[in-house]
């Protein structure tokens, strides 16, 4: 095989993871309860950030809910979600507790790569609606208390915006420096590696000029020079003029590439495995941060979070140390990373990732959680086990996961219904501009199609964008048109009509498991201790503030698997939450197939 489709699918796709002798505990209801409630109604839980406006470091407190525009709800027949589409479910996110949405992209764009491809950043992409629909709609989250966080896409443009088009134009335009040149009469540029790109080259011969552009992302996304000051002024501008608008954040994409050495060295030996380092915190990266923070986000009480977070630890430090004045918070590949290009994945290395995350920000910084986002396979098809019979429980323990652990949880949507991978029946029916062209490259190249497919079934970013599953009519409720991905068609059993009917789905734990944080300040602050670090299928740990210390113990696997509690570790009263209808204790914890449970000590 080529080497090139030699590829770990990762790459492509990342871009882009209680004590002897206590008294046994068992509750005697069908469904699931709480302690905090003792019922298990689909009551809304407050939103998290309300009344946090002007408190500084809302942003740890909160839980973001991560909303694909492309893909929640459609308000006018086209096939292609809106903002009109999400204003009519509101009262849904309000529903879920969740006190900011962090939407993807919806600024115009020829979505090459569905949105990361901005051709004009003042502007709302007509397919999402118009600046009016923008304004009612972020006025809508305000008037119920949730928070607005916007995409910042700037490492790169549209090759369709106009800074580009004047570039491309002419050497001497004045937006020529916007972008990174390369004459041809210097001959071939040194390599780089574009992860998008047909042929994984990122510079682009463009005859007008007789020069090349980088583009480490598709040709249709060159990358903007940060070295120039002007072009950084104009990201500030950008910036100010959504922030002014009242926005609460940005989420900052491909961040950590917007740095590079215009002299372009020679980076020998790059390629899938390795670009992401190599591109990593190039010169003044942050020099740039820090002027950010200085001329714009000091001024407003934000949210700002950053895609990447450096090489290793010392590295993420550099972004969120609040000395440092740059960021408040990064997120990093390793947690959806762990199990990448693989079949299977150990718990003991899941463990291992967030343990050590954890502690990187123990006393200094804050961290981003998450196990899914737009560019991940579903997380119940990843980390837990989306058979029939175990979807449920699997995707309950990772929300339960995601909502006791240390820093500010990010939950994808459709997470909160245990949406899962779809089914593609062939190339026609991606979507993703990552499979598309590697899936070019490989009939150029030749290659094991079979392993590309079942590659992409896995791990393709297009499986965590099918339509939200509103209920079970026809297209899940999405769209009256034809949808712009096919819609999963477990949609008839797993939506949301179905799941708020039903007190034990997993859209009401997801409900109860926010309710819970919320009313624990333990589990946002809490010191974050692992417990029995080898066990291969049970993951349980400790929060502790003050006297306040509860235990999370989650059951990784399809089995019923018991779990001796550490000496000293006595729970006490009713699990504060739980998966399944009861829990026995005794100095074993009897646990069903993906029981979790978090219990207070
Ligand atoms: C990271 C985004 O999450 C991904 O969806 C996008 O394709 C790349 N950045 C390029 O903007
Ligand atoms: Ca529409």
Aim: aromatic share 12%.
């Amino acid at each position: 095989m080529p080497f090139l489709l030699r590829m770990n699918l990762r790459a492509t796709f990342l871009i882009c993871c209680l004590a002897g002798g206590v008294a046994a505990c068992s509750q005697s209801a069908k469904q699931e309860t709480t302690a905090a409630t003792g019922v298990s109604t689909p009551t809304p839980p407050a939103a998290a950030g309300s009344g946090l406006a002007k408190k500084a470091g809302w942003w740890k407190e909160t839980v973001v809910y991560q909303l694909y525009p492309r893909s929640f709800q459609d308000s006018n027949g086209d096939g292609v979600g809106d903002l009109k589409g999400i204003m009519q479910r509101l009262d849904y996110l309000k529903s879920l507790g969740v006190g900011t949405v962090w939407l993807n992209p919806i600024y115009a764009s020829p979505n090459d790569d569905n949105g990361y491809d901005i051709s004009d950043y003042r502007q709302i992409m007509p397919e999402f609606g118009t600046m009016a629909d923008f304004d009612a709609l972020l006025k809508g989250m305000h008037q119920r208390g949730i928070k607005l966080v916007m995409d910042l896409v700037v490492n790169h443009s549209s090759d369709e915006h106009e800074w580009f088009k004047s570039a491309r134009a002419s050497r001497t335009s004045p937006y020529r420096d916007y972008y990174y040149w390369w004459p041809a009469e210097k001959g071939t540029p040194p390599a780089r590696y574009s992860t998008f790109d047909v042929k994984k080259d990122a510079w682009q011969y463009d005859a007008p000029t007789k020069s090349y552009y980088l583009h480490i992302f598709s040709k249709k996304q060159p990358d903007l020079n940060w070295n120039n000051p002007k072009l950084r002024q104009e990201v500030h501008n950008i910036m100010r003029f959504w922030l002014d608008k009242g926005i609460d954040g940005f989420r900052m994409d491909a961040f950590q590439f917007v740095a590079k050495d215009p002299a372009f060295p020679p980076m020998p030996g790059l390629n899938e495995q390795n670009f992401a380092n190599a591109y990593n915190h190039g010169p003044h990266l942050h020099d740039y941060l820090k002027e950010i923070n200085r001329e714009v986000l000091s001024h407003y009480n934000v949210l700002t979070v950053a895609e990447g977070a450096g090489r290793n630890l010392t590295e993420a430090h550099l972004f969120v140390d609040p000395a440092r004045q740059e960021l408040d918070m990064t997120y990093h590949f390793e947690g959806t990373g762990v199990g990448s290009g693989t079949d299977t994945y150990k718990l003991t290395d899941l463990k291992r990732v967030f343990t050590k995350w954890d502690s990187a920000f123990a006393r200094q910084g804050w961290q981003a959680l998450d196990l899914g986002n737009h560019d991940q396979p579903r997380m119940v098809s990843k980390f837990g086990d989306d058979r029939p019979q175990f979807r449920a429980p699997s995707a309950k323990l990772l929300n339960t996961f995601l909502l006791t652990m240390r820093g500010t949880p990010y939950c994808y949507s459709g997470d909160e219904l245990g949406m899962t991978n779809s089914k593609f029946n062939g190339i026609a029916d991606y979507r993703d501009v990552a499979a598309r062209n590697t899936y070019q490259l490989l009939q150029q190249q030749g290659g094991n199609e079979a392993a590309f497919f079942h590659g992409l079934a896995r791990f393709s970013r297009d499986n965590s964008r099918t339509p939200f599953q509103w209920n079970a009519t026809k297209n899940a409720g999405f769209t009256t048109g034809t949808p712009w991905i096919g819609v999963n068609p477990n949609y008839v059993t797993v939506n949301e009509a179905a799941e708020n009917q039903d007190s034990a789905s997993v859209l009401n734990h997801f409900r109860r498991a926010m309710r819970l944080r919320q009313q624990h300040p333990v589990l946002v602050y809490g010191q974050y201790q692992l417990l029995d670090r080898a066990n291969p299928h049970i993951y349980a740990y400790t929060r502790t503030q003050g006297t306040e210390k509860v235990l999370v113990v989650l059951n990784f696997s399809p089995e019923k698997r018991d779990w001796a509690l550490p000496p000293g570790l006595k729970p006490t009263g009713v699990p504060l939450l739980n998966n399944y209808p009861a829990l026995a204790t005794g100095p074993t914890l009897a646990l069903e197939p993906w029981q979790a449970v978090v219990v207070r000590l």
